[in-house]
């Protein structure tokens, strides 16, 4: 089967290209910048240039593709706003696969999209949902809360340099989940009819607050954490002042993201039975304390060894230097 992949230089993308080379199927890849894509051209994946943007970019990388598994979504820092690259270059994509003869479409949404009309990028994945699956072809969509990889710079990275760990007044519990096995549902879905015209939950086996997480962190590194706690007034403000600046148009629907984080209503679903119907082990699935274990252990290794090799720097070139006596 022959796999095109969108968005696979992304956080998510390249755990599914990473999946999906490693169960062997053969992967091309839409991507805008070959030379930001050289790994995946390594993994053995080839390259597509495109754009979701620029609809006639489409039909050669869809040439010959049996499925499409998009991961891609608009970057903060983009030109591109999220309406141009989410919607607008996604009913493109839609569309331009339909007409290629494309067999299966894998999209990603987010869970409880449909209860937050007024949060544009919500509101974006609801229609995106609906447009796939009116649009014939035989669709999977799976809802997503948030990824374990995006905790690292909002909590692992400040407690291990005593920043500040900034949170919103009351926050939601998310239950959040591993990219790579976010990326083993999404290549599974290929293998499993009964994925087929359905809408799943894939998410992490428990909901966790900011509070809970940052004691998590407290333990595993034996420090303290500096948190600093961001009134929801404040995070309106940011909001409507970035709207008023065209560059801030993404930062402004993220923050209305933000917004729905701080509303306390819990992030997350029940995932017995999707584990069944994708055949997949939740004994297999990474716990963000085990996530959290492995990356403090790696980087308090590593800062240990730096430390080891500041202290023998500085050992040699105090022994290097000439005492005053001897010159
Ligand atoms: N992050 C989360 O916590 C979260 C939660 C729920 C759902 N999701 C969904 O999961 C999916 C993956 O998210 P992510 O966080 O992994 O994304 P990401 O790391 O921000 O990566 C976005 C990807 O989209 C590509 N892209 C952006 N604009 C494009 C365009 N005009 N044409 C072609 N490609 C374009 C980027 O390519 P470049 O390298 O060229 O920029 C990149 O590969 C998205 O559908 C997102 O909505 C994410």
Redesign the pocket.
């Known amino acids: 089967m022959n796999i095109l992949i ?8 390249r755990q599914v290209a990473r999946r999906a080379l490693d169960e062997g199927y053969k992967v091309r890849c ?4 070959p030379k ?2 050289a790994f995946l051209k390594e993994w053995g994946a080839e390259l597509a240039p ?4 620029q609809p006639q970019s489409l039909q050669s990388a869809l040439e010959g593709v049996d499925a499409v598994i ?6 903060a820092t ?1 030109n ?1 706003s999220m309406k ?3 919607w607008d ?1 996604k009913v493109a994509l839609i569309q331009a696969a339909k007409a290629a003869g494309v067999k299966r479409f894998i ?5 409880d999209a449909e209860k937050y009309s007024n949060v544009p ?1 919500m509101e974006i ?1 609801r229609c995106t949902e609906l447009f796939l699956s009116e649009a014939g072809m035989n669709y999977t969509i799976l809802r ?4 374990m990889q ?1 905790l690292i710079g909002q909590y692992g990275i400040p407690i291990l340099e005593n920043q500040a760990i900034w949170v919103t007044g009351e926050s939601s519990p998310i239950a959040y989940m591993d ?1 790579q096995d976010i990326a083993k549902f999404a290549v599974r879905a290929l293998s499993v009819p009964a994925t087929e015209k359905q809408t799943f939950p894939i998410v992490g086996s428990r909901a966790w607050s900011a509070e809970e997480i940052i004691s998590l962190c407290e333990r595993l590194t034996g420090k303290q954490a500096k948190i600093t706690r961001m009134p929801l007034n404040l995070l309106r403000i940011m909001r409507s002042v970035s709207r008023f600046f065209q560059w801030g148009w993404n930062v402004a629907d993220r923050l209305a993201f933000a917004e729905v984080l701080a509303t306390g209503v819990p992030l997350t679903a029940p995932m017995d039975e999707v584990y069944q119907t994708f055949e997949l082990d939740p004994q297999e699935t990474t716990t963000l304390e085990s996530y959290f274990q492995d990356y403090f252990g790696r980087m308090l290794k590593k800062l240990k060894e730096l430390d080891y090799e500041k202290t023998k720097v500085k050992k040699k070139s105090v022994a290097k230097t000439p005492s005053k006596k001897s010159s």
């Open positions: 969108v968005g696979a230089t992304g956080t998510l993308g839409l991507v805008r910048s930001k894509a495109g754009n979701l943007c998009d991961a891609a979504t608009a970057k983009d591109l141009q690259v989410d270059g999209f990603f949404s987010i869970l990028l994945k997503l809360s948030g990824f995006g990219t």
